[in-house]
């Protein structure tokens, strides 16, 4: 390896219209249900990869004769919202598939670029600064017409040593895949557990007892929240508060409060009128009563609470009336056989939610020993230990590859004749 302050002498500069076969829009025409040809759409493009979940289909002959992909074509997301346009991924040829966007088909003839290496250069932070600088603001998304992208210039390494840059980053892509793929069956399997556990379908060696069954109205006291915005919410400070969106977007079936980054309210924010008891203790469940989907009545279970904490706008503060053992609610009321409880209760069009009155209708059928609740507890708690730390090497795989592109990509790393990495 040698390293480089700038790039290097012979790596010219050169637009991507320049080495551009065609740059087109394909069609969106599509049936969602099955057929010959999948359609790919801007949510289908990732982080340089396709997502092949969620997918579209056609059988019009005459749109995947037009704009059937070829290996190697890179995709462009012309439209999105302002902090997604300009995703892109490369087609691999794992699938016949059209996309609905531009997509960049390169002049192999000439062998002046490799499309996985410009596929890499477009997921850099220059290429997304350039299209945040280029977009096009409309009312609900922003748009990149083809002038522009056609128009990116960039640095162009000789054309072995951007195949020798592509292999490298894409064993590290490799491990990331298969990483993301483990956490996927990980978590696939938590769920299986939790649908037979959470039931009663399968019980724990050495426990026979029937489970109790209860309205949530008789098993649980509901307690004051408050209404405060994110505007009255910072980093530090002495009452944290725990908001829905968080509930919604961030938090697990469990809030560890002496381990998580929860938001504190201002200084300036009076809570004059909240008791004691309004604060939440060990064991309280906090639910989200709103969301913009049927995810609303998500909620998390409080555990290691030692400072003073409220519950916040759109949820509902539930205290326990008799004895649980600790995390076992957090990973009941998440489960579908007591979420899915709710789905006729959600009201609302562009935004969902739910009332205390149906909540309190809703039926736990649970473990009537605690030492039950808390040895199947304890097996999603070691499942999600598992698939956190799989998750913390996942990022650090991820830190790992921007690392590299940020020096493979610059030239200030260049790969010697017969090295395959970084």
């Known amino acids: 390896m040698v390293k480089n302050a700038k790039h290097p002498i012979d790596w010219g500069l050169i637009t991507i219209k320049e080495i551009c076969k065609s740059l087109n829009y394909g069609t969106s025409k599509k049936s969602t249900f099955s057929g010959k040809c999948a359609v790919l759409r801007m949510g289908n493009l990732q982080n340089g990869y396709i997502d092949w979940t969620d997918l579209v289909y056609t059988n019009d002959e005459k749109d995947i004769q037009k704009y059937s992909l070829v290996k190697g074509d890179v995709l462009f997301n012309r439209t999105n919202s302002a902090d997604l346009v300009g995703k892109t991924s490369l087609y691999r040829g794992e699938y016949p598939a059209i996309y609905a966007g531009y997509l960049i088909r390169l002049n192999y003839d000439r062998k002046k670029v490799v499309g996985e290496y410009l596929n890499y250069i477009l997921n850099t932070q220059e290429a997304k600064e350039y299209c945040l600088a280029v977009k096009t603001d409309g009312v609900s998304q922003s748009n990149i017409n083809a002038q522009k992208i056609g128009a990116f210039l960039f640095h162009l390494p000789p054309f072995e040593e951007q195949e020798k840059i592509s292999e490298a980053l894409s064993d590290v892509d490799n491990l990331i895949f298969s990483l993301q793929k483990l956490i996927e069956k990980k978590k696939a399997i938590k769920q ?51 908001h829905y969106g968080d509930i919604l977007t961030k938090y697990g079936a469990c809030l560890d409060m002496a381990n998580t980054n929860v938001p504190y309210l201002l200084e300036t ?52 009336k008799v004895t649980f053992a600790p995390k076992f609610l ?28 149906n909540i309190s209708t809703l039926v736990l059928k649970y473990p009537t020993l605690v030492e039950e609740q808390q040895a199947i507890a304890q097996v999603f708690s070691d499942m999600d230990e598992e698939i956190a730390q799989l998750e913390k090497k996942l990022a650090k795989y991820q830190q790992i ?13 260049r790969l010697k004749e017969g090295e395959n990495n970084a």
């Not at 556990?197 to 307690?223: I, N, Y």
């Open 192 to 242: 299986g557990v939790m649908q037979e556990l959470l039931t009663s379908k399968k019980r724990l060696p050495g426990f026979s007892v029937e489970w109790s069954q209860a309205p949530f109205g008789d098993l649980f006291d509901f307690l004051p929240t408050n209404a405060f915005t994110r505007d009255q919410m910072t980093d530090t400070g002495t009452i944290q508060n725990v």
């Open 330 to 357: 957090g990973y009941y009321m998440n489960a579908g056989c007591f979420h899915n409880q709710m789905l006729p209760f959600i009201t609302g069009i562009k935004v969902s939610s739910i009332s205390k009155a």
């Open 401 to 413: 590859k921007q690392g590299m592109m940020q020096e493979l990509l610059t030239g200030r790393i």
């Open 269 to 320: 924010v009076s809570v004059r009128k909240y008791s004691e008891s309004s604060y939440v203790r060990e064991g309280d469940v906090i639910i989200a009563d709103t969301a913009e989907d049927s995810t609303v009545g998500k909620c998390v279970e409080l555990v290691n609470v030692h400072g003073k904490v409220l519950s916040g706008q759109h949820t509902m503060l539930c205290r326990p």
